[in-house]
Structure formats: C-alpha cells, structure tokens
C-alpha cells in the first residue's frame, strides 16, 4: 500500500519538492553533512535532521531515500502495534490493530514526507507495546526499553516529556513491594534520560547554560497556543514569518527588544511563557475558554492543515482515496471499544494513559491534525476491539452480533466523509505558487498565487509575493499596488511595508517610500531590507529629515 501511494506521489509538488518544515528538514540535514551543523543551542527536535544526515551519507541526498526508509520504519511499527495488541488480548486483537495500522490514509500519506511524523508513529507504536509488556511483566528490561523509546520520541516531540511522570506511575502495580515499583520507575527515568543527555550537555554549552534537555522553543510555542487573539492553531509571532529559520530568529528578537539586552536560549522561552502566564492571570476565563477550543480542535473529525493541505495529498494518490477509516472512524470504533472494557480496563492503563497525556501535552500548546497522529496507535488498540468482536461472532456464527458490529463499521466509514471535507485550496495555491516560484517557473508561480487569492481575497502572502515577481521584472507601478494591498490586509508585517517602500523609492515617490520605511524599522529595526532603502533614500534626498531611532545601522 505504502510502495503504491510512493509511486504515484513521488514526483509532485511537496514530496518531490519539499517545503516550510520538509525543506528546513532537508536544508539542516545538507548542512550537517558539509560539517556546518548549528552550533547553538536547538530550537528544533534534532534527532529527525540527523537520522536524515545519516541516511543522506548511505544513501545520497535524496528524499526518495528517506521515504524508501520511513516505508520500512513504519511496518515495523505495524509489528509493534500488533505485538502489543497480542499482550492486550489475543492474536486476533494484534492482527485487526495491525490492519487499522497498516491502512490508516494519514499514517500512509506522512510515510512520503520529510517530516518526523511517520517516524513519531513508529516509536510511538513501539512505546506502546514496551510499556504493556513492562506493565504486564514487571520486568526490568521491558521499563528500560520503554525508557529508551520515550527518551528518543522527546527528541522527535519535545511535548513527550510532559508525559514520563504519569507514564512512569504504571511501575506503581500494587502487588509489588514499593521498592521494586521503586526500581521499575527509576530504571525507566534513567532509560529516558539516556538518549536526552548529550543533547542537554551539548545545548547547556552552546548555550553558556541552562537545563534544556531537548530544545528551548517550549516558551515560544506555549504562548502562541495561549495569548490574547489565540485561536488554538498556530499563529507566527510576525505576519508572513512561518518559515522555520524566522521562527527562531523572531522569537529571539522580540524577546531581546522587550528586555533591552541580550538573551540566552533558556531566557528566550522564559520571557514567552512569562508573558503567557501574564495573560493567563488576568484572563483566566479565556483561558479556560481556549483549552476547550483547543480539545475540540484535537478531536474534530477534520484534518487542520499546516504548511501540506492532507486532502489534497489524498486527491493525489488512488490508494488513499479509497474508503478506508480515518481519524472520525477510528475515534467511533475506539468509543465502542471503550464501551467493550467498561469491565475490564487494567490491562488497557498504558493505552488509556498515552490518550489522556497526549491529548493534554499537545492541546496546552496548539493544534494541527499531524500533531495528534501520535495519538492515533493508542486509539486504534481501542479500535481494534470491535473488529476481534466481529471475527468472534463470525466464528462462533451468531448473525445478529455479525450485523450489529458490521453496521457498527459500515457507520465508522461512511460517518466521517458526510461533512465533504476536502482541500483548503488558498493554502494549496499558495503552496504550490511558493514551489513553482522557488523553482524559477515564474509564470506558473503566478497563476498558482491569482488562483489563492481567488479562494481567499485576503491572503496577503499571496499579494506580497506577487508583489515580489512584479519588482524582480521592472514592473513597479504593478508591485506597488500588490505591496499596497498586502500593507492594507496586514499592517503588522515588517516585510510588506520595507517592500512596498522599496518600490515606492524605484517609482521615486520619495516621502511615501519614506514613510513606509520607517514603519517597517519601527516593526523590525532589524530589517536589513528597510535599513537599505533608507540609506538609498538618504543619499538621493540629503535633504530629508529622518526621524532618529527608525534608521538603524546596516546590518
């Protein structure tokens, strides 16, 4: 199924050619390959990046490589699934959590990514199966090995580390004397720090100190989860700056500009989550009004998208739109499967307690349908249930068992696609225009950007990088007006008025192009772009008087 989808895939737009995360996945892998690998502390998960440098020095760079792996990684997930499910159970259980593994479109889909998703879901299947066999046996090796996995999925997820203390209350079984649930806990901390420590070692020097055992954007993504104008999905702290490297860079920036001097990593994630906990005290309502709105975002049946709109991928690929149970009949069966252990639910505790942590270790922060795949193999142990019901009553014959379950199954199908969810095409046109545009095909770029703003009027990326194209070939009259346009949707954006000022000062509308130039220095004194202009528009009008403070050195 897998090898299908990778070959009607693989050559288009966003696996072929990778974009936002998948190609700052890409660029960090190549970096470190050239032995120019980041020196400071991570703001990113590191170990994704590396495993690609590693398979990149085996196998060239090329993402077909990595996606021919990941391909592998994830049935060897489906095995774990399905060993888990055996120890829950019986080998029927572990054979229909197998089929739900194997089939689900989204676990297929992000197989033929460059994103840590699909190695995520693998670790996290073998997170599951560890610590059932360490629950189930008590034995030590099982809580080491779940250690190690939960210590390497921190690096992959950093939120995973909210869930080692409940994790570890599972060695607290109360037929065991409290020295050996003692050791059982202890041994799987000390399991989960290995892997964490040389990246906490390698980050404190970088970074002149401080506990940071996986990455420092803890502060950074809390507070874009959780402010005054949140909407429990993701919202860069600058308009227009969702690219990987400006999400470190701005988050530093700000911060350093709020507190007047310079900040280290550690200092950077404490001003954040000191200015959401601000907010927080004084708005305690909202916030609890958010954590709801977030857990109803988790839970929906629809696929938020980030930078790769997953319905259009699914349009993509004749495996993945066959009629197989997604997130909404997936959460069906796993409800029924609940209803099933009402009696009987110990066994379940590792699986119940993953569902339960992840679904608060990620709302806290905020939402999109990949950040809950981790989620999915818990739910479809649950869901796995119903379908060893099914297989029961059919061996055993009794046909109106056979047929409420089968109706049980066919709703678990056919539910979910009643709503017609399908492709958010401004976020698809736009996307496609950015690769188009990235790969010198400036017309195609073009229309791809007109065919965004005909699905959203009001996407000022679009009129900005339209803008772009126009300036690059001499047409100014045309990018001032997109500039303009993109100034009017979001006038909080730095780049749209340095660029609208830049075009003005071509045109030479001198005290216009000023005026805007010194809004985006008074946005970003660290606009290299504006401070440029400003220095153009200084040598051709010496007359002109600039207002102290927007006009920043060169940088």
Known sequence: MRLLHFLAVRDQPFVAQPIEDSQEYDRWARAILAGHAPADAFFQAPLYPYLLAAIYTLAGARPN?????????SIAGCWAIYRAGRLLLDRTLGLSAAALFA??????????????????????????????????SGRLRHWAAAGAVA??????????????????????RPDAAWTIRLRRAGVFFVAAALPLIPVAWRNARAAGGGFMPTTF???????????????????????????PGYERSESVRLAEEASGRSLRPPEVSRYWLNRSFTWVKAHPGDFVRLQLLKLRLFWSWYEWPDAIDPYYLISLSPVLRLPWLDFGGVCILALAGLWMLRRGIGNYAPVLIWVVGSTFATTIFFVFSRYRLPIVPALILLAALPLHALATAWRSQRKPAILGLAALLAVAVVAPRLPGY?????????????????????????????????????DFLSYLNLGNIAARGGQ??????????????????????????GAL???????EARAHLQRSLALNPRNSFAARNMEVLRRRDPAA??????TPPLY
């Open 103 to 136: 089939s689900y479109p989204l676990f297929v889909l992000h197989d033929v990514q460059l994103l840590k998703e699909s190695l995520a879901v693998t670790l996290t299947a073998f997170l599951l199966w560890t610590l059932i066999a360490a629950e189930a």
């Open 545 to 550: 008087k600039v207002e102290p403070g927007n």
């Open 422 to 458: 399908g492709p958010r095409w401004d976020l698809v046109h736009f996307n496609l225009g950015r690769a188009h545009q990235e790969a010198g095909r400036i017309e195609d770029a073009k229309r791809e950007y007109e065919l965004a703003l005909r699905a959203n009027p009001r």
């Open 505 to 511: 000062l071509a045109l030479g509308r001198l005290d």
């Open 476 to 501: 100014m009259a045309e990018a001032t007006s997109r500039f303009a346009r993109a100034v009017e949707l979001e006038p909080r954006s730095d780049d749209a008025e340095s660029n609208l000022g």
């Open 65 to 73: 490589a990595v996606y021919l792996f990941q391909i592998a990684l």
């Open 217 to 243: 954007n803890a502060g950074v993504s809390f507070y874009i989860g959780n402010h005054e104008g949140a909407d429990g999905t993701y919202q860069p702290l600058v308009p227009g700056k969702q690219i």
């Open 151 to 172: 210590g390497l999925l921190s690096l992959l997820r950093e939120n995973t580390l909210l869930l080692l203390p409940p994790l570890a209350l599972l060695a607290w």
